[in-house]
């Protein structure tokens, strides 16, 4: 029983060892691609051998061309982006769960219900006639109308809800014959058992700005407004493709997820597993 355990756990670790290699192997042929020159890159794709996905002659002049251009400002501007949605989405999806999950008020389950609704619609479904009213709006090319599509997600509201409903109502009971109101409830008692549940919100939030294409390519043609995905995909032109530049852009708009990801995982995992399933 034991050695059959063993041999058991043995293959599961074989197993899972192949699967992340899978996954690990592209990023990483895309980290040598970006620190080799562009014709070694294809000239060891055929045949394959060890030198397609380790660089012979390591550069990082594909990194210095991409930051003499214009992917400095296009990396701000995704950073800015990313951080006001963020903040913004935080305060006002918590503020839409808690109203969601504690408050009895007339049609709750129906706004819930539109608002469930709302996230199994693919964005780029309505992203341009969306585009038009934003424009009409005076909003093209200003951060705010690269802003404001992202703070309403209702995914994040829909896992920060689970969350606070998990939480005990004598906690609101207790705070309510303190002389607290909903505010304060929502505040003191709610915000600060929930750091799980806000961090797994914050990456859907964060995740969902910083890979955007569709929406900055339509509402911010301005150069001075493009951001990271945007830039990358316009170092392919008509007269040629940068492929050194491409594949150092797309190291560094990865690298940013990876290690915010990485570092909260913990967090969102948590949130996940204790939210994720609640009505």
């Known amino acids: 029983m034991v050695a059959q355990r063993r041999g ?28 080799r020159s562009q014709d070694e890159t294809f000239r ?11 660089p012979r002659d390591l550069t990082v002049a594909h990194f210095v ?20 949605t963020l903040v913004l989405g935080l305060a006002i999806c918590a503020t839409a769960a808690f109203a969601l999950a504690v408050l009895d008020f007339p049609g709750r389950t129906v706004v819930f219900a539109v608002m469930v609704v709302s ?10 006639p969306l585009s038009s009213i934003f424009r009409d709006a005076g909003l ?12 309403g997600n209702g995914f994040a ?20 014959v303190d002389g607290l109101g909903w505010w304060g409830i929502f505040w003191r008692v709610y915000l600060p058992l929930s750091k799980p549940a806000l961090v797994g919100a914050g990456l859907i939030l ?14 911010a043609p301005d150069p001075a407004m493009k951001v990271a995905p945007v830039a990358i995909a316009q170092l392919s032109g008509e007269h040629g ?9 797309s190291v560094l708009t990865a690298l940013v997820p990876l290690l915010v990801l990485v570092f909260f995982q913990r967090y969102f995992t948590q949130s996940l597993s204790s939210s994720g399933l609640k009505g």
């Open 8 to 35: 058991s756990r043995t293959g599961m670790v074989v197993l899972g060892t192949i699967i992340a290699i899978l996954f690990v192997l592209p990023l990483w042929w895309m980290l040598a691609s970006a620190l």
């Open 44 to 54: 060891t794709l055929s045949p394959v051998s060890v030198w397609t996905v380790l």
């Open 65 to 84: 061309g991409l930051f003499q251009g214009e992917f400095g400002r296009a990396m701000l501007n995704s950073v800015v982006v990313t951080a006001v």
């Open 119 to 128: 996230f199994l619609i693919p964005f780029d479904a309505i992203a341009i």
């Open 140 to 151: 093209q090319n200003s951060y705010a109308g690269l802003v404001l599509p992202g703070i």
């Open 157 to 176: 509201v829909f896992l920060l809800r689970g969350f606070f409903r998990g939480v005990p109502k004598e906690l609101a009971d207790a705070a309510h």
């Open 206 to 219: 964060f995740v969902f700005q910083w890979q955007a294409y569709l929406w900055p390519l339509l509402i």
């Open 241 to 249: 493709v940068d492929f050194g530049a491409i594949f150092a852009g």
